[in-house]
């Protein structure tokens, strides 16, 4: 059940062993990075010129206050002005270009300038994820491999539940629990991200402890409900390794307990689970919105849900989206490396 | 893992039936000793047996046709045999008025009159239903003579939670299935077209899957809920959900399928297929599919609850289904209120079957897979 | 209109009292001081009369650093400098205030569910008391109408000063009419409210504090306007005028320097593009440019001014200038800052005011709330009253339908007498509003006026199915393909499509509404959409019905008659008959013919809206609106319910508000600028 082979495609194109070839095994990954992005932000694209109604449309209508009527002259207008009457494939091009050099253009309804906008909520919202991926994976590991090589019924049974609660629990939910319980029992509401004082105070130390304090709840939530996947992973990954006959060897030769669990089999079910961390990237960034609008976090992700369902602002949706695109391309960019640096079996069929 | 003592024969014949046993025969004798996937395999059978039957076990219709008017935001009731009156064979519950007032901050207050009775009767005829979508009826497995019963109590609309627990469990058994069963079919497409070929087509179908695998689901949710036209019905709005959901599922699955390929289409009785002139969509389907149905039907059933989870979080957002309708993902909606965690408890019944069904889903899953998984047996 | 002196005089010749201190005197305990013109407030002079004393002004110690945040205004002159030369004395209610504080409030995003906390800081040329009867003045110091309500004359006070220390005076005024609500490149079209009989107003500054504006038909009711009402007739000229194109040729020259396209975008990013003041700010537009404009907001009158804005929150500081005073002299307001954060879910509004986070709120608390709100109340230190509401949720079906089908069948007063008489109303008040509620057909005024007939708020609005199904069956509803619902005569299908915003009622109410009418076999589906969907489907005349909260009173109507004419509201509101609309204002050119008793209706507010108040024809005007209105049922009535106010007991001289409602502007009538927090 390995996803080992996934990659191998990918790196058969090496020719001799030569810090070359690793070079040309990077710059390979790095086009198909960009590939997928250019594929991803087609994509979306796509999505946002199917929901109905375009920008303008919904700028007049929102700017429309108090019931003066608009023509669809006007919209057409404000459509030229926008340049929504240029032909699809051209304003993708040509907003694929500004995305590349960092400039999304204007919010479509509070028209502010996206990038100014975001500021550094997108920054936010990225280490929340990243936050809750890594306390996913230091339940999920320890608990994945006790699970699958302990006799111990009772504990595994038990730690499997506490791990799998976080899954049967859905997050708005656990959310809300944990506020109300907090609120009735503490007088803490523990929603935002920062303090009055901080919110809009350059970033300092004090800022960033503030920002911690707040940070904690969403982390928690997310992270324990994206436990049960990866400790089914884990689980999986190391059930099918410990079977393998080179573990049997390494117990023959007398290495046993916990030394033989983290030398061979951990290490190589390792492999695939680093390798899917930019997709366990994304599933996280999915749940983000939800528990940000119950915790009254203003990040990208409560924006993003804003943008899609309040204010079909498609050039702030996208412009997140493209972002979130961005980094999860890039981390499976990093993954690809990291593993050919570290893994000898990856690396040799690269430099074979 | 429990110790054998039996006798010699019993041994040998177990031994023999062992080794004669078909790959299902197997599967089942391992996962039959997992105590705590049986357990939730015995559990998951109720639930899906409850939902199946929701229509004739709940005596109510869920919906705000079957309300009880006289009884919002009523506790449970649990029928009883005796009282101080004396006992009776025939389970019965106590006639009750309610007020309510500013001078109670509008909470019902209740007044018992443990004098009058109202007895619990079987099999009577109610409100009428279809049974799994077409059989019409209105025998319902219990109900009382006069007035309700309401075992799970009541909204605060007075709709019966027993009965409406029930049909979401049903309502979401459906989603889960459908939903996993549109992923199964174009992650097998997908992946077996990709694992198979190999090579160029290979490649560019994992470029797709990526691609796909990082579209945020969110937007897409979004995008396509918009073309749902407003004026279909409740059904049809989670049929489509269904299939979004099930859309947006395969890309995980065709991959596992496509890496199996990849490995099995190299072994020998597959090249003397091949040698046979077997065209590929039949080497396909004859020869690897069946080769690992079992990681299938555990990759099957670990997709399940992701698939329920996100119909609630659908819900959550807006796109899912609604009050009106009876889901689980509705249900849990509605617990999510300060005054129900500190008053209403009993709203949180349908969140235990909830969690009850996402958790027997799981166990069940992790059962499966050790099950399926011929050196487990050797290891524990 | 000068207020005349009376009992003061023969105080003042007392001598020695002149020059005591004022007594502190407070609704609660006048402290012998007698009433003046208007209840609760006084003129300076009439006030030191009243109570024999000179005052001598005092201010928030902390005014200078307040001042510090406002970006663009400069030191702060003396006390006594910064007030008009006659202030506003206010009458606080129980005490006279401490300064200082931060109120807590809360809304639901940038322009969502903001006006209750606008209308804490809000103020205008006049004001309506806390009885919701008495016009008294505000900003202006007094005001006179023509005897036939043609002409109105306003005098302002002299020495009055924008929040940055510029003078307010009568071109301000002239400037908010000529320049903005009747420049099309500002408002696109000029409000009703703004006009008289159709027509223009002329507006003039007869000198720097008086203001006259003539009007083309009598219009009793511009006084309501500017009363209760957001509507602000008076806007910064000294601030605009170097933008305006109208004002300064080198205008457009000017905002590009600034980084703007020209002159009115400038403008409009301060302003916006209505009265509607609730607007964003460059704050959150403006991006790099801001550093460049001369101000974060534009100059106000209100008591506080906005100082920070984000996507988070705003905050506010106590305007230095601000005009009032309290009996002691002590400038108001008493609270020094403001900060208002957005929190979209109402759960968790619910929790930050179970917490006692919050000083006051009503917008946006749902009587189905109350229950835990009200148990809450002495752990969060809070206290929550239920008040009568003016607005309850009406329905309306959409009579100009794209679909020929569903126009048609909406356009019968049958259907829409079977879909009244099919609503079980009672049920409705018994499970969304605890039976607190009262079951009414929509007449259009709220509260009843009491020379309108009370058979009115009953017409159609018993429950009765049988005659529910026997008018479906006249009208040629019946079930044709045996699914058990009505089809529309020509044989399709007919599924009543119901999108709601909970923001208007709740979506059980709603659902047993639909359920009532799937009882009379008339098919619904409802679906939930956002405030901002629905109006947006509503103005796109893709609804088949609509529901808002909806009612003016009586005193409201005489200034605005939105509700009478098509489309019946604005856009915030529930609309229908938006061709008639379009029909109405091109001439016939495009949209669809109204029906005659759409201009009788028009022409009765027309009548009602010119004749004084209480006379014989404004009263028989108003009843021929209501018969009209009510008769033709094209909004139908659900139940009027009361809801919830909040206000934390720090909150001091926070009396009980007579109504929960918008229609009186919230909180204006009961002074929040003499609120003060204790603690």
């Not at chain 2, 008025?97 to 009577?124: C, G, H």
């Not at chain 2, 992790?366 to 290891?379: C, H, I, K, M």
């Amino acid at each position: 059940m390995t996803e080992w082979g996934v990659r191998a495609p990918f790196q058969l194109l090496a020719g001799n062993k030569d810090m070359l070839q690793f070079a040309r095994f990077a710059a390979t990954r790095a086009v198909m990075a960009v590939v997928t992005l250019v594929l991803v932000s087609l994509i979306v694209f796509t999505l946002m010129e199917l929901v109905p109604g375009d920008c303008a449309e919904r700028y007049l209508a929102y700017k429309n206050t108090q019931g003066s009527a608009i023509t669809l002259a006007d919209i057409e207008a404000e459509r030229a002005r926008l340049g929504l009457d240029r032909p699809f494939l051209t304003r993708w091009a040509s907003w694929l270009s500004g995305a590349f050099r960092g400039d999304f253009g204007e919010s479509c309804i509070l028209r502010v300038n996206i990038a100014q906008l975001l500021g550094d909520k997108f920054w936010i919202s990225l280490w929340i994820c990243l936050g809750s991926l890594t306390l996913a994976y230091m339940i999920a590991l320890p608990v994945g491999i006790i699970s699958a090589a302990s006799k111990n019924a009772f504990l595994n049974n038990s730690l499997r539940l506490i791990s799998y609660l976080g899954l049967a629990m859905p997050n708005f939910l656990l959310a809300l629990m944990v506020m109300l319980f907090s609120t009735i029992y503490f007088g803490e509401t523990l929603t935002g991200l920062f303090s009055p004082e901080y919110r809009e105070a350059p970033w300092s130390w004090a800022k960033f402890v503030d920002l911690l304090k707040h940070a904690w709840l969403p982390i928690f939530i997310l992270g324990w409900s994206a436990t049960a996947f990866a400790l089914q992973t884990v689980r999986a990954l190391m059930s099918d390794e410990i079977g393998k006959l080179y573990v049997t060897a390494a117990a023959a030769r007398g290495i046993y307990g916990r030394r033989l669990l983290w030398r061979y089999p951990a290490r190589h079910a390792l492999g695939p689970i680093v390798n899917s961390l930019g997709f366990d990237l994304n599933r996280i960034f999915n749940e983000l919105p939800i528990v940000a609008l119950i915790l009254t976090l203003t990040e990208a992700g409560s924006l993003l849900l804003e943008a899609l369902a309040r204010s079909n602002d498609q050039q702030l949706a996208g412009a997140i989206i493209f972002l979130l695109t961005a980094a999860i391309v890039t981390l499976n960019f990093a993954t690809d490396i990291l593993l050919a640096v570290i893994d000898p079996r990856v690396r040799k069929s690269i430099l074979r | 893992m429990s110790a054998k003592t039996s006798t010699k024969i019993d041994d040998q014949k177990a031994k023999e039936a062992y080794f004669t046993a078909s790959q299902r025969q197997l599967i089942w004798a391992r996962f039959k000793k997992q105590r705590a996937a049986m357990i939730a395999a015995t559990v998951l059978v109720v639930l899906i047996l409850s939902g199946l039957f929701a229509p004739f076990l709940s005596p109510y219709d869920p919906t705000v046709a079957g309300r009880d008017k006289d009884y919002l935001n009523g506790a449970p009731q649990i029928p009883k045999f005796c009282d101080k009156n004396g006992c009776s064979i025939r389970p019965f519950l106590h006639t009750v008025t309610r007020e309510r007032s500013l001078a109670t901050n509008f909470r019902w207050v209740e007044k018992i009159n443990e004098d009058e009775r109202r007895y619990m009767q079987f099999f009577v005829s109610g409100d009428s239903y279809k049974l799994f979508g077409f059989i019409p009826g209105n025998i319902h497995l219990f109900g009382m003579d006069q007035g309700y019963v309401h075992l799970f109590g009541t909204d605060s609309a007075g709709k019966d939670i027993f009965s409406r627990t029930l049909h979401a469990v049903w309502t979401s058994l459906q989603v889960g299935t459908l939903g996993v069963v549109i992923s199964f079919v174009l992650a097998l497409i997908i992946g077996g077209v990709a694992g198979y070929y190999g090579g160029a087509i290979d490649s560019v179908i994992q470029m797709i899957t990526d691609a796909v695998r990082t579209v945020p689901s969110i937007p897409l949710f979004m995008a396509i809920a918009a073309f749902i036209p407003p004026e279909w019905s409740a059904e049809t709005r989670f049929f489509v959900i269904t299939l979004i959901l099930g859309l947006v599922g395969w890309p995980t699955l065709a991959r596992r399928v496509r890496t199996h390929l990849l490995t099995e289409r190299n072994q020998e009785y597959v090249l003397a297929a091949q040698l046979c002139g077997a065209p590929a969509g039949h080497v396909i389907r004859r020869h690897l599919l069946p080769s690992f149905t079992s990681y299938i039907i555990v990759d099957l059933v670990i997709s399940f609850p992701y698939v329920v989870l996100s119909e609630t979080a659908l819900s959550f957002i807006g796109l899912g289904l609604k009050d009106p309708v009876n889901s689980l993902g509705v249900m849990l909606q509605n617990v999510t209120k300060a005054d129900v965690l500190l008053n209403y408890h009993w709203y949180f019944i349908p969140v235990l079957f909830f969690i009850a069904l996402v958790m027997a889903f799981v166990f069940v899953g992790d059962g499966l897979r050790d099950a399926a998984d011929p050196y487990s047996e050797t290891r524990k | 209109m000068k207020q005349l002196l009376m009992s003061g005089v023969a105080l003042v010749t007392l001598g020695g009292t002149a020059w005591a201190n004022c007594p502190a005197a407070t609704v609660a305990d006048m402290q012998g001081v007698s009433d003046g013109a208007y209840p609760q407030q006084f003129d300076l002079a009439e006030f030191q009369s009243a109570a024999g004393c000179t005052l001598s002004f005092a201010e928030n110690p902390a005014i200078a650093d307040l001042n510090g945040k406002i970006r663009g205004n400069g030191d702060l002159p003396a006390v006594a400098d910064r007030l008009p030369a006659e202030p506003l004395v206010i009458v606080p209610y129980d005490s006279i205030g401490q300064y200082g504080g931060v109120l807590d409030a809360l809304s639901n995003a940038t322009e969502s569910g903001t006006s209750d906390f606008l209308s804490v800081r809000h103020v205008n040329l006049f004001r309506y008391s806390d009885d919701l009867q008495t016009l008294v003045p505000n900003v202006a110091k007094s005001w006179e109408w023509s005897d036939d309500f043609t002409q109105l004359t306003v005098h302002l006070r002299e020495g009055h000063k924008w929040s940055d220390g510029a003078p307010f005076t009568a071109a301000d005024v002239v400037f908010w009419y000529d320049n903005l609500m009747m420049d099309t490149n500002v408002i696109a079209e000029a409000k009703d409210y703004a006009l008289a009989g159709g027509q223009p107003m002329k507006v003039e500054a007869l000198d720097d504090t008086t203001v006259q504006f003539t009007l083309a038909a009598p219009k009793p009711g511009l006084t309501e306007t500017f009363s209760f009402t957001y509507v602000q007739p008076y806007q910064p000229k000294h601030f605009f005028e170097k933008f305006h194109p109208a004002l300064d040729e080198n205008a457009d020259a000017n905002a590009q320097a600034l980084g703007y396209e020209n002159g009115y975008e400038l403008i409009k990013a301060y302003y916006g593009n209505s009265d509607w003041m609730d607007t964003p700010s460059p704050m959150l537009t403006a991006g790099d440019k801001l550093a460049g404009l001369p101000k974060d907001a534009m100059p106000t009158l209100e008591s506080h001014i906005l100082v920070k804005e984000s996507t988070e929150g705003r905050h506010y500081v106590a305007n230095p200038y601000f005009f009032q005073v309290d009996t002691q002299g002590n400038q108001l307001p008493y609270i020094s800052e403001m900060d208002e954060t957005y929190v979209p879910d109402e759960e968790v509004r619910n929790l930050k005011l179970l917490n006692g986070e919050v000083d006051y709120k009503s917008q946006g608390v749902n009587l189905t709330s109350a229950p835990v709100l009200l148990e809450g109340q002495e752990s969060g230190n809070y206290t929550l009253e239920v008040k009568p509401a003016i607005g309850y949720p009406v329905l309306t079906f959409n009579v100009t339908a794209e679909d020929e089908g569903k126009r048609a069948l909406f356009n019968d007063i049958r259907f829409r007498t079977a879909m009244s008489v099919a609503m079980d109303r009672n049920q409705l008040n018994e499970v969304t509003a605890f039976g607190l509620g009262e079951p009414t057909q929509y007449i259009g005024f709220s509260p009843r006026p009491d020379f309108i007939d009370a058979k009115w708020s009953e017409y159609e609005a018993g429950f009765d199915q049988d005659r529910a199904n026997a008018l479906l069956d006249e009208v040629g509803l019946v079930d044709q393909n045996g699914d058990g619902f009505r089809d529309l005569p020509n044989g399709d299908p007919l599924v009543l499509d119901w999108q709601f915003s909970t923001q208007s009622a709740s979506a059980q109410l709603v659902e047993l509404i639909a359920q009532n009418w799937k009882d009379v076999g008339v098919n619904t589906a409802i679906k939930e959409v956002t405030s901002d969907e629905f109006r947006a489907a509503q103005s796109a005349n893709t609804l088949d019905m609509g529901m808002w909260l909806k009612s003016q009173p009586a005193g409201s109507v005489l200034g605005d008659g939105e509700i009478w004419v098509p489309p019946f509201d604005g856009y915030f509101d529930v609309r229908t008959g938006m061709l008639w609309a379009e029909y109405l204002s091109s001439n016939g050119e495009n949209g669809v013919e109204p029906p005659a008793w759409v201009a009788d209706l028009k022409a009765a507010l027309d009548t009602y809206q010119s004749s004084a108040p209480g006379s014989e024809a404004s009263v028989a005007a108003a009843q021929k609106m209501v018969e009209i209105m009510t008769g033709e049922l094209l909004f139908i009535g659900t139940v009027n319910s009361p809801a919830p106010i909040y206000h934390s007991n720090n909150l001091q001289n926070f009396t009980e508000f007579k109504t929960q409602s918008y229609e009186f502007y919230r909180t204006y009538p009961y002074r929040p600028a003499q609120w003060w927090l204790s603690e």
